[in-house]
Nanobody
Framework: QVQLVESGGGLVTTGDSLTLSCSAS????????MGWFRQAPGKERDFVGG????????YYADSVKGRFTISRDNAKNTVYLQMSTLKSEDTAVYYC?????????????????WGQGTQVTVSS
C-alpha cells in the first residue's frame, strides 16, 4: 500500500504563487508516474499534470500549461506542484496520485493510489 499526503494548500490572491507537496509513505514512488488532479466545487475531478518515471518528462492540462510545474524527488519520495500566476479558476481541491505504471495518463483510471487532497483557494 502507498499512502499519499498532500500539503501546502491555502488561501492566496490572484497572481500569487503556491507550491504543493505530495509525500509518499508505505511504498516508494520510484518506478511509477505521478499525477496531480483537481476538483472544483460542483465539477468533476480533472487532470492537472503528471510526471513520468522513466523519462522525467512532465505533461500538463492546457489550462495550467506555462504556469504550473511538476517535479519529483525520488530520494524524498515526494512530488511537487509549483503553481504561479494563480487565477480564481484554479480554486479547487488538489489531489496527487500514483500511477499504475511509468507513463503519465490523463484519466483517473490510470492511477492506483490517491491522497486525501489539499484545498487551494484563489481570491480575486
Amino acid at each position: 500500500q502507498v499512502q499519499l499526503v498532500e500539503s501546502g494548500g491555502g488561501l492566496v490572491t490572484t497572481g500569487d504563487s503556491l507550491t504543493l507537496s505530495c509525500s509518499a509513505s508505505g511504498r516508494t514512488i520510484s518506478g511509477y508516474a505521478m499525477g496531480w488532479f483537481r476538483q472544483a466545487p460542483g465539477k468533476e475531478r480533472d487532470f492537472v499534470g503528471g510526471i513520468s518515471w522513466n523519462t522525467g518528462n512532465s505533461y500538463y492540462a492546457d489550462s495550467v500549461k506555462g504556469r504550473f510545474t511538476i517535479s519529483r524527488d525520488n530520494a524524498k519520495n515526494t512530488v511537487y506542484l509549483q503553481m504561479s500566476t494563480l487565477k480564481s479558476e484554479d480554486t479547487a481541491v488538489y489531489y496527487c496520485a500514483r500511477a499504475a505504471g511509468v507513463w503519465v495518463g490523463r484519466s483517473e483510471a490510470n492511477y492506483a493510489y490517491w491522497g486525501q487532497g489539499t484545498q487551494v483557494t484563489v481570491s480575486s
